[in-house]
């Protein structure tokens, strides 16, 4: 038998797996539950470190939202509540996974990371750990965020299609926004230069997007450049999935009649820019780790 141990950074108190030397599988099963279960106790150690990053985006669908929808906003086939509340999963789900990257700075500076790396596992075992946990609470917070906007009336259209339709964009946009932020976690120096970059890459493309308003009410060079954003085929999807297969988002960037195949073709973009950045993000993690 051989151990891994990984010490936590919360009691001080080390945490050991046994596991079978001779099973590869077993033993990074086993050390990607230990990080998974270290990295959720260092992100929602108190329950404000989970509810607090809601409060921009509840702000947005409860109190900003239904503010524009008095004075007028109108989007074709669709109540402005509803149009914006779905809006907001895409500030969500790009800050929550931003903020997380906070904790990968913590650990290289003052962490556990000297520690992580001894570990007779894969340096990328470590960031797959780190995503599963963002991942995790990023889901639960946009659930919470979409009941929190239908108790305020907003209408969304459920079915099961419309569901998987949501879920898998929204999934992969916080895939690549989590490899985004390890990429820059891993490359700035300190927290304070990291913070600095968050509005950035989390808050300004949401304006680009369709959030608010669709990207064709843009100027055509700004729409032009919306299309290249992933988030705005992330969220073309989210609205064609909730919003009772509203497919104008989807027009806006592809300008095809298929609904379906507008659908697919935007979830192979988020895809795409999810797989890249997940690599680059291990590979940036694992180059950074030995330098």
């Known amino acids: 038998m051989t151990q891994l141990t990984v010490a936590t950074t919360i009691d001080a108190v080390p945490v050991a797996l046994p596991v079978e030397a001779g099973d590869e599988s077993v033993r990074l099963g086993a050390a990607l539950w230990t990080l998974i279960r270290r990295r959720a106790a260092l992100s929602v150690h108190t329950p404000r470190e989970l509810f607090v990053p809601l409060m921009t985006p509840v702000l947005f669908a409860l109190v900003i939202a239904p503010a524009l929808d008095s004075i007028g906003p109108k989007v074709p086939g ?4 509803s149009f914006a509340a779905v ?24 962490g556990a990371r000297r520690d992580l790396l001894a570990a007779p596992v ?16 990023t889901a639960l917070q946009t659930v919470v965020l979409l009941a929190a906007a239908v108790l305020r009336g907003a209408d969304l259209h459920v079915s099961m299609s419309g569901i998987a339709w949501f879920a898998t964009s929204a999934s992969l946009l916080a895939i690549a926004m989590y490899g985004v932020a390890e990429i820059v976690a891993n490359r700035v120096s300190s927290v304070e230069e990291y913070i600095g970059l968050v509005p950035g890459l ?20 700004l729409t032009a450049f919306a299309k290249l954003l992933p988030i705005t085929h992330a969220l073309a999807v989210m609205r064609y999935g909730l919003l009772g297969s509203n497919s104008s988002g989807l027009r806006d960037i592809w300008g095809m009649s298929n609904p379906a195949l507008m659908a697919s073709l935007s979830i192979g973009v988020v895809a795409l820019f999810a797989a890249v950045l997940t690599l680059a993000a291990m590979r940036v993690f694992t180059r950074s780790a030995i330098s």
């Open 78 to 81: 669709l109540d402005y509540l």
């Open 87 to 110: 809006g907001t999963a895409v500030l969500l789900i790009p800050l929550n996974c931003m903020f997380a990257g906070v904790g990968v700075i913590t650990d290289r500076d003052t």
């Open 122 to 137: 894969p340096r990328t075992v470590v960031v797959v750990a780190n995503l599963v946990v963002a991942f995790a609470i």
């Open 202 to 221: 989390a808050i300004v493309p949401f304006f680009f997007a369709g959030s608010l308003f669709p990207i064709s009410a843009m100027p055509a060079f």
